[in-house]
Structures are given as structure tokens and as C-alpha cells.
């Protein structure tokens, strides 16, 4: 070993040791994007051994994590809903076992996802007493699926479309109905012949089958890791309350049940009940794969 060489080596060594110890110092933090818009979602990808589960604060949620064991990595969705208002949030990312934490910031952007105009029979649309009395119970018993506890992550991969044909309606669009503000589209409409099979986006728990005013027959689907899917309008629903569905599973027909112009599925998802895009959830979890 030439006298230069040996120098250096040893530079190394002394260089590299320090950091060994320190470690934590060293933890990397991925996001897919430093900005996402409302009603959306971002990957965030945390390099971390098995036995050290860092813990992820988004608006005071904790952010459920599944690990990797290809890309030694620890991952979740950031989501922020579809009425979350424009600014900046704190993430804080922990390691408790090394005492790593650090503080990111990400951006909410504001996102005009348009109009659509429809014409619905008026007694869809201007409730009586008891039609009203009817979507506030049923809304009561939806409000209760998004607080409830998150359970540990039934996915590892990707997730899958439910029906593999257009979109026909998108998410997030403002509703003028019989030429009145209405709520917006918080799913996306795929079109569907009366019949066709309704799949799983992935393994989960039925959490809620249901005939609802508005929604039809109603299916909510618990993929653990507090990502929940719900299918509307169905024509028939194959599986009961706390059933156990595998990813791709048929779970349910296209319908054209509830308030609709015609059969067609009607898919939403929430992350952290966070109404967000699902397409988003279907493009980004491809990178769980593998
Ligand atoms: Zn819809």
C-alpha cells in the first residue's frame, strides 16, 4: 500500500466510522411530490430497517405505514381532502428508536376540477319530510365509517381498478343539479353495462352493505391502513357485512340504483378520511409493487 493510499484509507475509515454510529442522522425521506392539490394523495417513502417503524403526524393523524422488505423501506399515502384548504402542512417524520425526526413541509394547492350539470327527477333531488328525515339517518351511519379505528393494512402492492372500462364521470367536479349548487363528485363514475362484475381494489373487510336514498345499494369496503372504498348503484351485492374479500374478488353488479341517470359504478375512496381521487391511489400504489 503506497503511503498516499494509506493516508486516505485511513481517512476514510475515521470518516466513515462517526457516521456509522449516527445512523438516524442518515435516515432518508422520499416524497412523490412536494405538492399535491385537494381531493388528492402523495407516496411517502421512508428508508428505515424493519424493527425501526418511524411514525408519520399529517394534520395530528398518524399516518399508517407498511414496510418493504425489497426496497428496505417504510411507505403510506399523505392525503388531503377534497375541501382541505389551500396551504402549507407540517409533516413530522420520527424514528423513535433512533431519535430521528424531522419536520417537512408540504404544499396543498387549489384545483379546478370543473362542473357537471344534471337533470334528475325532482323528487330526487327536493326532498319531502320523510326523504330528508331518511338521507340525514343514512348519512349518520356513513359519518360513523370514517372515524372509526384504523386496522392494520390488509395491502402490500397495487390496487386494481373495479371495472376496467371509461370514465365517464371525474372526481371532484362541482354538481349544479336541476340548476342548483349541489355537493361535488367525490368518486368517479365508470361506465358499466347493467350486470357487470364489480372487483375488489384490494383484500379487505366489508365494513357496511346498505340500501341508501342516494347511493343505491352501497357497498364500503376496509382495506386497513384507513383506506376505505365504497361502490354505488349496484344492481345486486354479493357479499354481507364483516365478510373477508380478497383483492379482484366480485364483490357486486353495475346498477342503477339510488339517484342516477342511468347504470353505471360509482367508486370513491378515503385515505385518513380524506375524500380523494382514486385514480390517484391506482397510479401511485404501482410502486408498492416489488
Ligand atoms: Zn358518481
Known amino acids: 500500500?503506497?503511503?498516499?493510499?494509506?493516508?486516505?484509507?485511513?481517512?476514510?475509515?475515521?470518516?466513515?466510522?462517526?457516521?456509522?454510529?449516527?445512523?438516524?442522522?442518515?435516515?432518508?425521506?422520499?416524497?412523490?411530490?412536494?405538492?399535491?392539490?385537494?381531493?388528492?394523495?402523495?407516496?411517502?417513502?421512508?428508508?428505515?430497517?424493519?424493527?425501526?417503524?418511524?411514525?408519520?403526524?399529517?394534520?395530528?393523524?398518524?399516518i399508517p405505514l407498511i414496510y418493504s422488505q425489497a426496497n428496505a423501506s417504510w411507505r403510506g399515502f399523505i392525503a388531503a381532502d377534497l375541501k382541505q384548504k389551500p396551504g402549507v402542512y407540517k409533516v413530522v417524520v420520527?424514528?423513535?428508536?433512533?431519535?430521528?425526526?424531522?419536520?417537512?413541509?408540504?404544499?396543498?394547492?387549489?384545483?379546478?376540477?370543473?362542473?357537471?350539470?344534471?337533470?334528475?327527477?325532482?323528487?330526487?333531488?327536493?326532498l319531502d319530510a320523510e326523504a330528508l328525515n331518511r338521507v340525514k339517518n343514512e348519512a349518520a351511519i356513513v359519518n360513523k365509517l370514517w372515524t372509526a379505528d384504523c386496522q392494520l393494512p390488509l395491502w402490500d402492492d397495487r390496487f386494481l381498478m373495479p371495472v376496467d372500462k371509461k370514465i365517464v364521470g371525474t372526481f371532484g367536479r362541482r354538481?349544479?343539479?336541476n340548476?342548483?349548487?349541489?355537493?361535488p363528485h367525490t368518486g368517479v363514475d365508470i361506465s358499466g353495462k347493467l350486470g357487470d362484475p364489480v372487483k375488489a381494489i384490494h383484500n379487505g373487510t366489508v365494513m357496511l352493505v346498505a340500501d341508501h336514498f342516494f347511493t343505491g345499494n352501497s357497498l364500503y369496503l376496509d382495506h386497513g391502513g384507513c383506506i376505505i372504498s365504497m361502490y354505488f348503484h349496484l344492481d345486486k351485492i354479493l357479499v354481507k357485512d364483516g365478510d373477508q374479500i380478497e383483492k379482484g374478488q366480485i364483490i357486486g353488479l353495475v346498477g342503477a340504483t339510488g339517484?342516477?341517470?342511468?347504470?353505471?359504478?360509482?367508486?370513491?375512496?378515503?385515505?385518513?378520511?380524506?375524500?380523494?381521487?382514486?385514480?390517484?391511489?391506482?397510479?401511485?400504489?404501482?410502486?408498492?409493487?416489488?
Open 179 to 183: 340548476k342548483r349548487k349541489r355537493a
Open 1 to 62: 500500500m503506497s503511503r498516499t493510499y494509506a493516508v486516505f484509507f485511513l481517512a476514510v475509515c475515521f470518516l466513515l466510522m462517526p457516521l456509522k454510529s449516527e445512523s438516524s442522522a442518515e435516515t432518508e425521506v422520499f416524497f412523490s411530490s412536494v405538492s399535491l392539490v385537494r381531493g388528492d394523495l402523495i407516496l411517502i417513502t421512508i428508508k428505515a430497517d424493519i424493527l425501526e417503524k418511524p411514525q408519520i403526524i399529517w394534520r395530528k393523524k398518524e
Open 259 to 290: 339517484r342516477v341517470t342511468g347504470p353505471h359504478l360509482h367508486w370513491g375512496v378515503r385515505i385518513n378520511g380524506a375524500r380523494v381521487n382514486p385514480l390517484t391511489l391506482i397510479e401511485l400504489s404501482r410502486e408498492l409493487d416489488g
Open 175 to 177: 354538481s349544479i343539479i
Open 94 to 126: 420520527q424514528l423513535p428508536s433512533s431519535g430521528f425526526e424531522k419536520e417537512f413541509y408540504i404544499r396543498v394547492n387549489d384545483r379546478d376540477y370543473g362542473v357537471r350539470k344534471l337533470n334528475l327527477d325532482p323528487k330526487k333531488v327536493e
